[in-house]
């Protein structure tokens, strides 16, 4: 019993400095990740009139505004039932796109002069991050960052839930495909295919088990691919 008691404290301090880390990850990895946008931003301006560095720069102001977009619910508050269900994919899930994005707008790129590939590449980044906010607006209060289930957790099926699973994750997933091929680099490609794609399904696989729990999820999954209709 002594020991049981003893352990307590520890535990107590452990469980709250688990909280306080989970807290502060998601503030601390937007604002690192801001900063190198804005600065790496900054130099492509201080570059001149380049077209591309010209470019470079708008679309990395387009990111930015991404991240204020979702900035509500990036820096929503966390407790220790939603932590367990996370299983510390939000972690994985925030460096692999961290790492991602760093190494697209900070290694040499492949193409230096504008051509096609940013083209597509700036409209498929579009495309992801309307697709991701879209399904974000769809969920409203019931969209986190964090993998949880709330008591009164309810089964949408409208907007683009009607098609996928995981509309969300499809345009983070179709937003990060262009924003590589727009500042296309060899290791930038790599990462996003062996690092943040397989955080990706990672983070996918973790939610699923969570949301089959829900009453009326696995009917509504039985109809519906995760992220890409027909394929997956």
Known sequence: ???FAGAQPLLYETMAGRMRFDSRFPPALFAVGAAILVGVAARELAGGRDPLQLLRAAMMACYLLWL???ARVTFRGADEAIRHQDRSTLYVYGLARFVTVGAGVL???LF????VVHALGALVFVAGVALRLVAIHSLGRLY???VRALYDHAIVSSG???VVRHPAYSG???AHVGFVAFFLNFFAALVLCVVFVPALLWRIAVEERVLMQIDGYPEYASGRKRLVPVLW
């Not at 230096?112 to 051509?115: D, E």
Request: a neutral charge.
């Open 1 to 3: 019993m002594l020991g």
């Open 68 to 70: 204020v977009l979702e």
């Open 107 to 109: 290694l040499e790129p």
């Open 112 to 115: 230096h002069a504008p051509n």
């Open 144 to 146: 986190s960052h964090r």
């Open 160 to 162: 683009p839930y009607r």
């Open 172 to 174: 983070m997933l179709l």
